[in-house]
């Protein structure tokens, strides 16, 4: 590869590195001319596959298209980006796994959706409501109860997930109730002590004396 400071046509590999699970490969390169060091990488030209969408027609494969469809569906909910990046290398696996290097936008929906069941219900509602193509209330409602029945017990409702936040609030709540526990017990049994040490004076015939400055 040539050197984009000196121009020089012979550059070195000094170090390589899978990333995207192989499905990139980062090179640290070195110029023996200007000894410049500088970085490439090789990755698969997703671009080039093709999708089939619902009119039959095909279109080239978008990733930034589906990353951002749900990333729609999960704002403001407690879903990290890795999960996100786990959908959209499972359908860029299925495509490379099909000969014709193809998918329909149908199988994509699908496997987005599975993914999106199991992460949070009211992100799997939101693209439903777009992918099916719902026209009324009656679909939302539909959808929702069977996902309840599907995910939840009857005593629970189906939005009742705590963000992690919230998680981690409440263990650490927990935790400093009880390191404050053993104080209140000890000093409720230094308050006993002190009671009985006074009940035990009563019987001491020294304490029948009258006190100086009474009479």
């Known amino acids: 590869m040539k050197c984009p400071f000196c121009q020089n046509k012979k550059t070195r590999v000094v170090d390589s590195r899978e990333l995207n699970e192989g499905f990139t490969v980062r090179r640290r390169r070195i110029c023996p001319e200007c000894k410049t060091r500088f970085t490439t990488y090789e990755a698969l030209k997703i671009q080039q596959m093709k999708v089939l969408k619902r009119n039959n027609k095909y279109e080239p494969f978008?990733?930034?298209?589906?990353?951002?469809?749900?990333?729609?569906?999960?704002?403001?909910?407690?879903i990290k980006a890795e999960y996100i990046e786990e959908i959209i290398r499972e359908v860029e696996g299925r495509i490379w796994r099909n000969s014709s290097r193809e998918i329909?936008?149908?199988?994509?929906?699908?496997?987005?959706?599975?993914?999106?069941?199991?992460?949070h219900p009211l992100a799997y509602l939101r693209f439903a409501s777009v992918f099916n193509e719902w026209k009324?209330?009656?679909?939302?409602?539909?959808?929702?109860?069977?996902?309840?029945?599907?995910?939840?017990?009857?005593?629970k409702d189906l939005f009742d997930v705590k963000p992690a936040e919230t998680v981690e609030k409440e263990t650490k709540?927990?935790?400093?109730?009880?390191?404050?526990?053993?104080?209140?017990?000890?000093e409720s049994k230094a308050g006993d002590m002190k009671v009985n040490k006074d009940e035990d004076n009563s019987d001491d015939p020294k304490s029948d004396k009258p006190s100086p400055g009474l009479f």
């Not at 329909?104 to 992460?119: D, T």
């Open 173 to 186: 709540d927990k935790k400093s109730t009880k390191t404050t526990e053993p104080a209140a017990k000890s």
């Open 62 to 78: 978008n990733r930034d298209k589906i990353v951002e469809s749900i990333n729609k569906a999960c704002i403001k909910l407690p």
């Open 104 to 119: 329909s936008s149908i199988e994509i929906g699908e496997i987005i959706l599975n993914h999106l069941k199991e992460a």
């Open 136 to 155: 009324s209330l009656d679909d939302l409602i539909n959808v929702t109860l069977k996902l309840k029945r599907e995910l939840v017990p009857e005593d």
